[in-house]
């Protein structure tokens, strides 16, 4: 028997559970005819008749952007005409539109579009607090992730999840598939560096959907000590359909860590194609950096440069602000730098299922002022989780050294992530 701290059960209908305080019901229903039909992967959100019964009758809170989908409606929409009774909106980093810039302060609001209060989980207000969960029998998290450990999103759901279970409200996880989650790679977090673009142990790249990771928080006991306490259950094998839950995961269907999944909806201002989100654990370092990752062209996180590299350099751009990038780096300065775009296909093979550091360890090389070239604050090694890269790179070390100071950290974290999987691996 594994040792997990958390009850977990898997039903005939694909959903998992774990239990606690006051908790709900599940009803079984069929599996969706669409899935068996054509193989296509079915997400949480679109397998409405396994978990619209929760919903029935409930004040409901949901935690959304604009990534929660059911086919091209937004899940708000479609679960407001079924007849559920939402009272609440959450949003975290972008806004629940999707449509703020990377950082920017928001407000609670009011959804025009259904007159449902907003509120903002971002900014000084990360973790929900009893007043915003007042008046609310269940609560819905869904959320496109990306699988990279500086993607926010994450963060967001920790503090969810956590608030949700020591406050005792039934949560209802829609989960999504990662398309990022073929691969794990990167250095794993050292908590010395915890922020919010980095909370946990993990790598850069941790292979897991929205929902694996959630069971691995709360089965690692990673969240505050009162919901931790919650969660010290035995494992149970034998589930019957009317088990209550605390927290459910609404798995997808058809889908494997095998799989190459094309987002729908872009799910951030930023990443505005497939290639910058398989360039993004790669790209994003530049963040840490004076150089332009390309926030303010067509193309962010598969351009890179900054007007004092060489002329030379094979690729040359102009930021300037836009909708997705209202205040960034050298806006308005021809950059020198690399465009590592190209159709997805090429980008997948570039990348060969691993972060590539060349292009960081090449720019630091040929930048002329080398103490300028990591950002005063440290940024990147809230990025890294460690300062160990940036000692690395300004040491001169060449890329697979620094890679294999990686693998105890990466081997030690694929086994604690393995106890969590819902879905067949990659390997």
């Not at 959903?15 to 069929?30: D, E, G, H, I, R």
């Not at 060969?352 to 604050?377: E, H, T, V």
Request: hydrophobic content about 35%; some cysteine; aromatic content about 12%.
């Amino acid at each position: 028997m594994k040792p997990w701290y958390i009850r977990i059960f898997i039903l005939s209908i694909c959903s998992v559970q774990y239990s606690c305080a006051q908790p709900l019901k599940s009803t079984n229903k069929p599996v969706e005819n669409s899935a068996a039909e054509n193989n296509k992967i079915i997400t949480g959100a679109e397998r409405l008749t396994t978990y619209l019964p929760l919903l029935k009758g409930k004040k409901v809170a949901v935690f959304a952007n604009q990534t929660s989908v059911v086919a091209q409606t937004h899940l708000v929409d479609t679960l407001l005409k079924s007849g559920v009774n939402i009272v609440k909106i959450f949003g975290p980093e972008h806004g629940f539109r999707g449509n703020a810039d990377a950082g920017e302060e928001i407000n609670n609001s009011v959804d025009k579009k259904t007159g449902i209060p907003i509120i903002s989980l971002y900014g000084n207000h990360k973790k929900p607090t009893a007043a915003d969960f007042e008046n609310v029998d269940v609560l819905v998290f869904d959320i496109q992730d990306v699988g990279v450990r500086f993607y926010t999103y994450i963060s967001s759901l920790e503090y969810f999840l956590e608030a949700a279970l020591e406050m005792h409200k039934p949560l209802l996880i829609l989960d999504r598939p990662n398309p990022n989650g073929f691969y794990v790679d990167g250095p794993v977090l050292d908590k010395k560096f915890k922020s919010f673009v980095g909370m946990q142990p993990i790598p850069v790249v941790y292979g897991m959907t929205i929902g694996e990771y959630a069971l691995m928080l709360a089965g690692e006991n990673w969240l505050s000590d009162k919901a931790n306490a919650i969660n010290k259950y035995n494992v149970q094998t034998k589930p019957t359909a009317d088990t209550p839950f605390h927290v459910m995961v609404i798995k997808c269907l058809n889908y494997t860590h095998k799989s190459k999944y094309r987002l729908p909806v872009n799910p951030s201002p930023n990443l505005k194609q497939m290639q910058s989100i398989y360039l993004y654990p790669t790209t994003c370092f530049f963040e840490g950096t004076v150089l332009s990752e390309g926030r303010g062209t067509d193309l962010p996180f598969q351009i890179f440069g900054h007007p004092d590299l060489p002329k030379n350099l094979p690729y040359s751009f102009t930021p300037k602000p836009n909708a997705g990038a209202k205040n960034s780096k050298c806006f308005y300065q021809l950059c020198h730098g690399w465009n590592l775009g190209g159709t997805e296909e090429d980008v997948l093979k570039m990348l060969n299922g691993r972060i590539q550091l060349n292009y960081l360890i090449q720019a630091y090389k040929l930048f002329p002022g080398k103490d300028s070239f990591f950002l005063k604050n440290n940024f990147i090694d809230k990025l890294a989780g460690t300062d160990q890269l940036q000692k690395q790179i300004k040491q001169g070390l060449p890329e697979d050294v620094i890679r294999k100071s990686w693998e105890p950290g990466l081997s030690n974290f694929k086994m604690i992530r393995k106890k969590y999987l819902l879905y067949e691996d990659f390997e």
